[in-house]
T-cell receptor, first 114, second 114 residues
Framework: GENVEQHPSTLSVQEGDSAVIKCTYSDSASNYFPWYKQELGKRPQLIIDIRSNVGEKKDQRIAVTLNKTAKHFSLHITETQPEDSAVYFCAASKGASGTYKYIFGTGTRLKVLA | GAVVSQHPSWVICKSGTSVKIECRSLDFQATTMFWYRQFPKQSLMLMATSNEGSKATYEQGVEKDKFLINHASLTLSTLTVTSAHPEDSSFYIC??????????FGSGTRLTVV
């Protein structure tokens, strides 16, 4: 079935350094890839997304890249700050052909050390 | 923006009883809602997709008789955990499709079965 793998499961970086989280999806029909940030006991919040017709998207310190051929997409956070500490989830969706459901990755616990 | 209100935020119940969780879309009509379960330090696992006025579609391995989903109106979907047992203790979270590929999540319900 559809599967999204996410690595690493935990990531510690020094404040100001960059963090990169990688995801691989199995279904080549996936065409929408959101990234969510979840703080403990809270709802996931969308931080950035990318569609399959785009290779890269940036929003201030956050960027996402997509390699459709390899079925990889990655989240890049630059100049990390302690408030970036949270769990990050990637997801893949096939849009209408998949009833818009998301398949989530296993999550990455990011710790930014002050 | 689109808001989904989820109640209760936490509930403790005795083994064998049933618990109902509600998700309401406050300022938009949610034709599709998704229900997820999240165990501690794990990913969001899709349980079922509910469409207003029709039966929910359950993911493989999810017992439809145990997790009853009702989506009787465009603004309300409910999940009832019937005959709850300690292994059902988890964080349950709904999300509603807001149009296109976008979702908005409820705030989640922490269920503890004792």
């Amino acid at each position: 079935g559809e599967n999204v793998e996410q690595h690493p499961s935990t990531l510690s970086v020094q404040e100001g350094d960059s963090a990169v989280i990688k995801c691989t999806y199995s279904d080549s029909a996936s065409n929408y890839f959101p990234w969510y940030k979840q703080e403990l006991g809270k709802r996931p919040q969308l931080i950035i997304d990318i569609r399959s017709n785009v290779g890269e998207k940036k929003d201030q310190r956050i960027a996402v890249t997509l390699n459709k051929t390899a079925k990889h997409f990655s989240l890049h956070i630059t100049e990390t700050q302690p408030e970036d500490s949270a769990v990050y989830f990637c997801a893949a969706s096939k849009g209408a052909s998949g009833t818009y459901k998301y398949i989530f990755g296993t999550g990455t616990r990011l710790k930014v050390l002050a | 923006g689109a808001v989904v209100s989820q109640h209760p935020s936490w509930v403790i119940c005795k083994s064998g009883t049933s618990v109902k969780i509600e998700c309401r879309s406050l300022d938009f009509q949610a034709t599709t809602m998704f229900w997820y379960r999240q165990f501690p330090k794990q990913s969001l696992m899709l349980m079922a997709t509910s469409n207003e006025g029709s039966k929910a579609t359950y993911e493989q391995g999810v017992e439809k008789d145990k997790f009853l989903i009702n989506h009787a109106s465009l603004t309300l979907s409910t999940l009832t955990v019937t005959s709850a047992h300690p292994e059902d203790s988890s964080f349950y979270i709904c999300s509603a499709r807001t149009g296109g590929d976008g979702y908005t999540f409820g705030s989640g319900t922490r269920l503890t079965v004792v």
